[in-house]
């Protein structure tokens, strides 16, 4: 059978797989937004109530959601087959480059392209530019057949580099590099314990619990229960936890929203701008070093998301929950959530230009 009579079976079969919770997701991501801003702005007691208990500069509801959404989609991780991934040098020195060079250098260039009468939103996206992804990334990677293994493996180096090079790298895009060029200069105040508290929150625990629950399952159940039976069960609290989180940032943050929207509209351009670009350059270098559909995918998502909860974090710490550095950090993930969702399709419906070994083989 050749590859162009493929396409529709496999179309067909993936959309035959899909729950109507990942049908509709755009529909459930939009009303979550409404209903976040709605209880943001009619009921503000519960915003307060909401932001009320913190850890690490993040309100523990959206802690709380973001390890619901990432548990799932960790557990299903074969851990077995890592050793596939850690030897592909193309995957690691790809990911590295693109997340630690281009990402960074990127979002310094357009936040001092766009935004160059507004240092405090220029600071809070140069921020958010050099977190690099530990957390959600992990759901738009899972929605988009991207690979498991390698999304795994990619977070967690993001994060080992995420505890050494971000004080530096703040330092040198603040400071050292806007002076080079004769521009204004930004201190930034943030502890390597602080960030290195953040990384073991939002991926050290559900990587653990993942981790256990497959090598404790398997043992005592057998891999096809596990497979069969466990990861069903579990699979729908990872969408479950996406959208809690959703309406708790909405309902946390909607007012100044709603109160700001030229701001946001501001802060958004850029934004909007750095993640086409990082997606698509990410996506094009994987197919253009002969990487398949899977790993491609993994680059491209794992190098165009953030970890937003540590850049609000330290943009709260070092500037107050009030500034517009803090703002700037609560809208990056408001407009990342759309725009990947968005790219998850354009993901999906790019899989055709891979060859058809590739897109044959069927994720578990």
């Known amino acids: 059978m050749s590859a162009d009579t493929s396409l529709p079976v496999i179309g067909t079969a993936a959309r035959a797989r899909l729950s109507t919770l990942d049908r509709y997701l755009p529909v459930w991501i939009g009303a979550a937004m409404l209903a976040g801003i709605a209880l943001g702005r009619w009921t503000p007691v519960v915003g307060k109530a909401l932001n009320a208990v913190q850890i690490g500069g993040i309100s523990l509801p959206i802690a709380a959601g973001l390890l619901v959404m990432m548990y799932p989609v960790l557990a299903r991780v074969r851990y077995d087959r890592l050793d596939s991934v850690t030897t592909d040098k193309r995957l690691l020195i790809s990911s590295l480059v693109l997340n630690w060079l281009i990402g960074?250098?990127?979002?310094?260039?357009?936040?001092?392209?766009?935004?160059?009468?507004?240092?405090?939103?220029?600071?809070?996206?140069?921020?958010?530019?050099?977190?690099?992804?530990?957390?959600?990334?992990?759901?738009?990677?899972?929605?988009?057949?991207?690979?498991?293994?390698?999304?795994?493996?990619?977070?967690?180096?993001?994060?080992?580099?995420?505890?050494?090079?971000?004080?530096a790298l703040g330092w040198f895009y603040l400071d050292a590099l806007p002076r080079w060029l004769g521009l204004d200069a930004t201190g930034l105040d943030v502890s390597g314990w602080e960030i290195a508290a953040n990384v073991a929150v939002f991926l050290g625990v559900p990587l653990a619990a993942g981790y256990l629950t497959r090598v404790l399952g398997e043992r005592r159940n057998g891999r096809a229960w596990y497979e069969d039976r466990f990861l069903p069960r579990i699979g729908p609290f990872a969408l479950y936890g996406l959208l809690f989180t959703i309406v708790v940032l909405f309902a946390l943050q909607g007012a100044a929203i709603i109160a700001r929207p030229l701001d946001v509209v501001r802060i958004a351009v850029p934004l909007l701008a750095y993640f086409a670009a990082m997606w698509a350059g990410s996506f094009a270098l994987g197919k253009g070093i002969g990487m398949g559909y899977e790993r491609s995918a993994t680059l491209a998502f794992t190098a165009a998301g953030n970890n937003f909860e540590l850049a609000i974090a330290v943009a709260i710490a070092t500037f107050g929950a009030a500034s517009g550095q803090a703002l700037a950090g609560v809208v990056g993930?408001?407009?990342?959530?759309?725009?990947?969702?968005?790219?998850?399709?354009?993901?999906?419906?790019?899989?055709?230009?891979?060859?058809?070994?590739?897109?044959?083989?069927?994720k578990p």
């Open 104 to 167: 960074p250098a990127l979002m310094f260039a357009l936040a001092w392209a766009l935004l160059p009468d507004l240092p405090e939103f220029r600071t809070g996206l140069i921020i958010v530019g050099l977190a690099r992804c530990i957390a959600m990334v992990v759901i738009w990677n899972d929605l988009a057949c991207g690979d498991r293994e390698a999304a795994a493996v990619l977070v967690a180096l993001n994060a080992v580099f995420q505890v050494i090079a971000f004080g």
């Open 333 to 362: 993930p408001l407009i990342e959530v759309p725009v990947l969702v968005g790219l998850v399709y354009v993901s999906l419906w790019a899989r055709r230009f891979f060859p058809a070994p590739e897109l044959q083989a069927v």
